[in-house]
T-cell receptor
């Protein structure tokens, strides 16, 4: 069965510092991978997704993620944090054929310090 | 604005009440989902509808009753809920149930059961 692990339920960075949010998955075959962001009092918004092709995926708001099959990871990064990046971030996986289910991680709350 | 609207945004109800949550999507999608989001837990998929037909009931208690009258509208009828049902209920939609489809989320209904 697939599973998603997000290391660190809370991450704090200074404004302008590198953001690194970790996501590891467990799957018998490489799945499709997603990062979503949830701002306070809002639903989830897609940041980026990986299906096939280039393993470095660029998303909105300056975020990017790299699929590393050997490490079963899909970590999210942003070179320079902005105050507006403070939110909760969710990694999700889905099968690559036939099914529709997303398996979500437990989320990482990002705090950006002035 | 994601194109998925949920009402009400907040709901407080007693354990003997009956209430309904509404979700409407303006994206022309064919699949709609209900999720439950509780603190410190991954998003839990509750129900899935595809072309108005229920395709998934993830062992949800019968006190939650979904209804999908057309591809644009989804309801969650609630009755005799328990305090542990207090959570954020999120609606999502996608083009169809194919793997890798992006799910678009509403802002959610924050439910408190007293």
């Amino acid at each position: 069965a697939q599973s998603v692990t997000q290391l660190g339920s809370h991450v704090s960075v200074s404004e302008g510092a590198l953001v690194l949010l970790r996501c590891n998955y467990s799957s018998s075959v490489p799945p499709y991978l997603f990062w979503y962001v949830q701002y306070p009092n809002q639903g989830l918004q897609l940041l980026l997704k990986y299906t096939t092709g280039a393993t470095l995926v660029k998303g909105i708001n300056g975020f990017e993620a790299e699929f590393k099959k050997s490490e079963t990871s899909f970590h999210l990064t942003k070179p320079s944090a902005h105050m507006s990046d403070a939110a909760e971030y969710f990694c999700a996986v889905s099968d690559t054929s036939g099914t529709y289910k997303y398996i979500f991680g437990t989320g990482t709350r990002l705090k950006v310090l002035a | 604005e994601t194109g998925v609207t949920q009402t009400p945004r907040h709901l407080v109800m007693g354990m003997t009440n009956k209430k309904s949550l509404k979700c409407e999507q303006h994206l022309g999608h064919n699949a709609m989902y209900w999720y439950k989001q509780s603190a410190k837990k991954p998003l839990e998929l509750m129900f899935v509808y595809n072309f108005k037909e229920q395709t998934e009931n993830n062992s949800v208690p019968s006190r939650f009753s979904p209804e999908c009258p057309n591809s644009s509208h989804l309801f969650l009828h609630l009755h005799t809920l328990q305090p542990e049902d207090s959570a954020l209920y999120l609606c999502a939609s996608s083009q169809d149930q194919g793997a890798g489809n992006i799910q678009y989320f509403g802002a959610g209904t924050r439910l408190s059961v007293l």
